[in-house]
């Protein structure tokens, strides 16, 4: 744990130095992701939209509009992981010497899981005492009373952008599962952000043994959490995907059809199927298109 400590803290002073220190302004987009743009089916599009990002940047500069701003030039980054080794997590709170209130240092925003988000459970008891934004969970058997009751434990005050409910119930139950999930929320008045995790309930064994996930079941799920959304007049928060900068082969599906019998060409995750980069920027654009339309 202590080496994994270090090995994050590495990285996440190495994204700060990026994000800050100009690699991530909008006057690099042509120069992120030119492989992509050379190579994948979707580079067209991203080619499409760097060039009208440049000409809104020139537009803004030619009427006199400053566009060294840190909104412009610099990036914000936050970090997030599931709150599951207490003694780690424990370790890393601290108080605030001006609010004296606790908070963990850990990450930004901690969150519960299917499996530890037990009402009397001693996760939710620590995460009671923290000041974080929380995340809980929801897979498509849980208990609507149980959801309220940990709502309750975790945000008595039901202050806003404290709890975000994370759906993850699959692209064949989400159509049943989450609209009376909405209904209850909203009819308690809870203060809720809604996000979709579409990797976790779509996971399967491939014919060669391979843990995956296909890109267009992913893709079915963030859909379906849209609209019904838009439907129930709720409001879709965010999705939280695995990914990879690299080139593998863990997720089937996508614009190069990846296939059972592809996965072993360049399978290197030691925990759950990613989406490549490529898949990575093709889902990103759907939603965007989706989002727009």
Avoid at 79 to 105: F, M, N, P, V
Avoid at 225 to 245: A, D, L, Q, R
Avoid at 258 to 283: F, G, H, K, M
């Amino acid at each position: 744990m202590l080496k994994g400590y270090n090995m994050a803290a590495s990285t996440l002073n190495l994204l700060r130095a990026f994000t800050r220190g100009g690699f991530g302004s909008l006057r690099r987009v042509t120069a992120w992701n030119q492989e992509f743009v050379a190579h994948s089916p979707m580079g067209r599009s991203y080619d499409r939209l760097a060039k009208q990002i440049d000409q809104a940047i020139r537009f803004m500069e030619t009427i006199g509009i400053s566009s060294d701003t840190p909104q412009i030039n610099q990036t914000q980054l936050f970090t997030s992981h599931e709150a599951l080794l207490l003694q780690y997590e424990e370790a890393l709170t601290r108080k605030d010497s001006i609010t004296g209130d606790w908070y963990d240092c850990s990450a930004h925003m901690l969150w519960i899981g299917e499996r530890t988000r037990q009402v009397d459970g001693a996760h939710v008891e620590f995460l009671r005492g923290v000041h974080n934004p929380i995340g809980i969970k929801i897979g498509p058997t849980h208990d609507v009373n149980d959801v309220k009751k940990l709502i309750e434990i975790l945000n008595p005050d039901n202050e806003a952008g404290r709890i975000t409910l994370i759906s993850r119930l699959g692209v064949k139950k989400i159509e049943k599962v989450l609209p009376p999930l909405l209904r209850e929320m909203k009819k308690e008045g809870f203060n809720i952000v809604w996000s979709c995790d579409p990797m976790h309930a779509n996971t399967y064994t491939a014919t060669s043994g391979h843990k995956t996930r296909n890109f267009n079941d992913i893709l079915s799920e963030i859909t379906c959490f849209f609209e019904i959304h838009w439907s129930e007049g709720t409001i879709p928060g965010g999705v939280h995907f695995e990914m990879t900068g690299n080139d593998v082969t863990e997720c089937t599906g996508g614009a190069h059809n990846i296939v059972d019998e592809e996965l072993a060409s360049n399978y290197l995750t030691t925990c759950d199927p990613r989406l490549n980069a490529e898949q990575s920027l093709e889902v990103a654009f759907q939603i965007a298109d989706m989002i727009r339309s």
